[in-house]
């Protein structure tokens, strides 16, 4: 079954406020095999929300209508559901009583705008909410010939949860249909979008049971698969099976193939392969030595670094020669090769990491554009490096070396041995 959930308030549609339930209902739903096709935004205004709400229950088998359940003139989604319903509105005398109680408990006056708190929708259940002045209600209908179960539930985070959790889960588990759904995240790096979607697109579109999702951001590539059954057994080898020739197809642009983080995965083979790292970091300024040790354990493998900004640090902490910067200058692969030796050599890591290059806006020549880094990676035996032209400001130009310098030891650890 798919479900909808549509957060009223108008307040929800300007810069200072954010709909953060619907986070925790989806998840809540997914548990007991309900999919979230939409989620709609709509202000404190009837027709808007009446219409909101038939269009919903076209699409949705269950609807969630959550906020606008007060007691104020703004507050408009019993009256707005009732009418996309067609069902009348009837002032329960128990809850009328029930509210006169709390605001007396409380020494109180209650104002007649709170009656409207009592409104039930005809055939609606009421949901009891301990922790607010608004119950919810649950009416399990039929509309245009099909059964929608509705849903209204207060807006306030520590009224919405427990109520839902409560009231609405159980009722769930008890009419619809058990499901269960998988779920896996595979992320690469170093491939495009578009290059990833016509690679992979062929592989998953012969699993048209299993929902794919391919977003590009924060210089990688996730894979989200997700899939329906009525056992999680089933669910998890479709995902599974899918997963498996999505990995292979991506092949040396996979670095996680259940939602790890690219630093995790590198701090994993570090680990495994009894292995360390320093970091010598000119352009990046701290960023790569903070991505890896944002990551709790990370001192069992990274032994620090230098962030060498001026000419003057690259010689006196990573040993760089003088003559080298005269030749080549700064920002050269000579030189990123001599600060990834030279921070190995001083912290007696096994491996180095050397980065050096022009994140702009400024800085940049002709010959050395903005965007050009350098990336060397050393070992006692080996050393690459690697000449980049990197897109974007100032910022992601530094998040893209950074996580390329993490790609290319990951491939190297791989390998190492």
């Keep these: 079954m798919n ?21 925790f209902l989806t998840e809540e739903l997914n548990a007991v095999g309900v999919s979230v096709r939409f989620k709609t935004i709509v202000g404190d205004r009837r027709t808007d929300l009446a219409g909101a709400v038939r269009t919903a229950l076209t699409r949705a088998d ?14 408009l989604s019993r009256e707005s559901v009732a009418e996309a319903l067609g069902v009348t509105l009837r002032r329960d005398g128990s809850l009328v009583a ?18 409207k708190q009592a409104d039930v929708m005809e055939g609606a259940e009421v949901l009891v909410n301990p922790n607010g002045t608004a119950p919810g209600q649950w009416i399990d209908t039929e509309w245009d010939g099909f059964r929608k179960l509705v849903m209204l539930i207060p807006g306030p985070p520590g009224e919405c949860r427990p109520l839902f959790e409560e009231q609405c889960l159980p009722r769930l588990r008890a009419v619809i249909p058990e499901r269960h759904i998988a779920r896996r995240t595979l992320k690469a790096t170093m491939i495009g979008e578009s290059a990833a979607d016509a690679l992979l697109a062929p592989i998953y579109g012969a699993y048209p049971d299993v929902e794919t999702t391919i977003l590009a951001g924060n210089c990688e590539i996730q894979l989200h698969l997700a899939c329906a059954k009525t056992t999680l057994e089933a669910a998890k080898a479709r995902v599974d099976d899918l997963a498996g020739k999505l990995e292979e197809a991506l092949d040396e642009y996979l670095f996680a193939s259940q939602g790890e ?16 790292l ?21 001192s069992r493998s990274f032994v620090g670094g230098a962030l060498v900004y001026s000419d003057a640090l690259k010689i006196a902490f990573c040993g760089v020669e003088p003559e080298l910067i005269a030749e080549h200058g700064a920002v050269s692969a000579p030189v990123a090769e001599a600060m990834s030796h030279g921070i190995r050599r001083r912290t007696g890591a096994t491996f180095g990491i050397g980065i050096t290059g022009v994140a702009g806006p400024g800085g940049g020549t002709e010959e050395k554009p903005v965007g050009l880094v350098y990336i060397a990676l050393s070992d006692a035996q080996n050393t690459e490096c690697s000449e980049n032209n990197f897109r974007g400001d100032r910022q992601k130009v530094r998040q893209w070396a950074t996580q390329k310098a993490l790609d ?7 390998q190492y041995r």
């Design 261 to 276: 983080t690219l630093e995790q995965i590198v701090l994993f083979y570090l680990e495994l392969k009894q292995a360390t």
């Design 278 to 298: 320093s970091v010598a970091e000119s352009c990046t300024g701290g960023m790569l030595g903070e991505r890896i040790t944002s990551i709790a354990g990370s």
């Design 408 to 414: 290319m030891l990951r491939r190297r650890l791989i």
């Design 3 to 23: 479900c909808e959930i549509i957060a009223v308030g108008s307040e929800l549609l300007t810069p200072w406020r954010q709909d953060t339930n619907s986070l």
């Design 98 to 115: 029930a509210l006169s109680a709390r605001f007396a408990a409380r020494r109180m006056t209650m104002t007649d705008n709170n009656l």
């Design 62 to 75: 269950i609807l969630i209508v959550m906020g606008g359940l007060g007691p104020t003139e703004d507050d």
